[in-house]
């Protein structure tokens, strides 16, 4: 597993960007797995094609339940990463069920066609929305989703210009790349045009220069109105997580607020993309709920299959139906029962067993926990989040605010030694999302591991 032509000035380009599967410590790490792992490891790195941040893989997996997952070795970590597909925890058995009920039933749905699981997803996604959402279109991931949500937007206002985020994930297509604003993904490729980005509202590291949320002119919505005003013509849709996701990046209660009116004085829609974030995440049901803004265009996916199926999809306003002359996803499984099955049967355990206040619950906890942390650890510099999407980030000067990218690639490492595995975002974000159905405990026992790390990677800084 070469680092073959990756040099040092390329890792070091794209290191911001996550834990690189092409880092030195990733080689290391490698280096200290059992026999059996490193065989299957090797023949995955043989055939797969290679990308950063996932492929060489990390480790071999052979169970993943409820908050946890267990390698070939047979160690369990607690999950904390879980690409947010586990929101009703891994190999929920009321999904299973689910999905085995329904294949034993109607198992393919071809276009042209509905099937009754594939009506009842879509009433029940019009009921949970927010604000009047009220008509939905499934596709089988959250990029082709968005990409939906896109050509929707473009076919409505009868424009084709973007406003979204730097430093966003919005999918790994052309289209959700273009939008995007990850270096790691644009690089070397022909993107669409007309995708204007700003910078997103961060108010621990503005951009503007305002040093606390008390002293801000509120200089990222100015920015927004100030592109509007000379963009709106062309702009279709600003698209945005109303809570950024992989940075638990809580913007202020007003930002939302003072975008929406922008958005509708210019006729432009707003597109919130909940993939990450949706279905309890936050402590409410949808993250934009925090906000008091509904979208006109609300995007769903990753853990909308439970964790095991994939299925995305877009929920727009009625007013929207306007594009029956075009096909908009045209997907082949836009409307399978067994995955509609799925979805179904998720939300239903995010309902009956109230894990979208059990994430508000244990999120308040882990926030408190945190700040305590911070107060005990020189290298954090900032805790953030809402319900169970939270970020720990770590700096080599509480002050300068510089980025902790040696130590934030150790402490990751340290954590997974020990058990955790979690998300290493911008190269020292420890981003932190646990399954909703986590306990106390549990969410001590993380803690735990990550405060043992933060000790042990002072120390030998």
């Not at 829609?269 to 974030?277: G, T």
């Not at 995007?299 to 909308?304: D, F, I, M, R, T």
């Not at 199926?309 to 877009?314: E, N, R, V, Y």
């Not at 809402?386 to 150790?410: H, M, P, Q, S, Y």
Request: with cysteine.
């Amino acid at each position: 597993m070469s680092l073959g032509r990756f040099n040092k000035k390329i890792l070091e380009k794209f290191k911001a960007e996550g834990d690189l599967s092409i880092s030195k410590r990733r080689q290391e790490w490698w280096g200290k797995l059992p026999e059996e792992a490193k065989k299957l490891l090797d023949e995955d790195n043989k055939y797969y094609l290679h990308q950063s941040l996932s492929t060489p893989c990390l480790n071999v997996l052979i169970e993943c339940k409820d908050v946890y997952v267990k390698d070939i070795s047979g160690k369990r970590y607690l999950d904390f990463h879980g690409n947010c597909v586990h929101n009703v925890g891994f190999s929920n058995p009321k999904v299973i069920q689910a999905i085995k009920t329904q294949l034993d039933k109607l198992t393919f749905c071809p276009r042209r066609y509905t099937n009754e699981i594939a009506v009842k997803l879509a009433k029940k996604l019009a009921e949970i929305t927010p604000g009047n959402l009220s008509r939905c279109l499934l596709s089988p991931g959250g990029a082709e989703a968005v990409e939906m949500a896109l050509k929707l937007a473009m076919g409505y206002t009868k424009r084709f210009k973007t406003l979204s985020w730097w430093d966003s994930f919005h999918g790994a297509t052309f289209a959700t790349i273009s939008i995007g604003g990850e270096a790691i993904f644009r690089g070397e490729l022909s993107l669409l045009p007309g995708t204007i980005h700003v910078h997103p509202p961060d108010c621990y590291r503005c951009p503007y220069g305002h040093e606390s949320q008390e002293k801000c002119n509120f200089a990222c919505v100015e920015v927004v109105k100030s592109v509007v005003e000379k963009e709106g013509g062309d702009l279709c849709a600003m698209i945005a997580e109303p809570i950024r996701g992989a940075h638990a990046i809580v913007p202020p209660l007003n930002y939302w607020r003072e975008v929406k009116k922008t958005c509708e004085e210019y006729g432009i829609l707003l597109i919130f993309d909940e993939i990450l974030i949706g279905l309890g995440r936050t402590g409410k049901m949808f993250a934009c709920e925090h906000f008091d803004a509904a979208p006109d265009i609300l995007v769903l996916g990753k853990s909308l299959g439970g964790g095991i199926l994939p299925i995305a999809g877009i929920v727009a306003k009625d007013e929207l139906n306007v594009m029956g002359h075009r096909a908009l996803g045209h997907f082949t499984h836009e409307k399978n029962p067994v995955l509609c099955a799925a979805a179904l049967a998720t939300i239903e355990v995010l309902e009956e067993e109230h894990l979208v206040e059990n994430a508000a619950k244990i999120g308040d906890y882990a926030l408190k926990r945190m700040n305590e942390m911070k107060n005990a650890h020189p290298l954090i510099g900032d805790v953030r989040g809402k319900g169970l999407l939270l970020a720990i980030e770590l700096v080599k000067d509480r002050k300068k605010k510089t980025r902790a990218l040696e130590e934030g690639e150790a402490v990751m490492y340290k954590c997974l030694e020990k058990g955790l595995n979690l998300k290493l975002t911008m190269g020292n974000i420890l981003a932190l999302t646990p399954a909703l159905t986590i306990t106390r405990e549990q969410m001590d026992e993380a803690l735990n591991i990550i405060d043992e790390a933060l000790n042990e990677v002072e120390k030998a800084y």
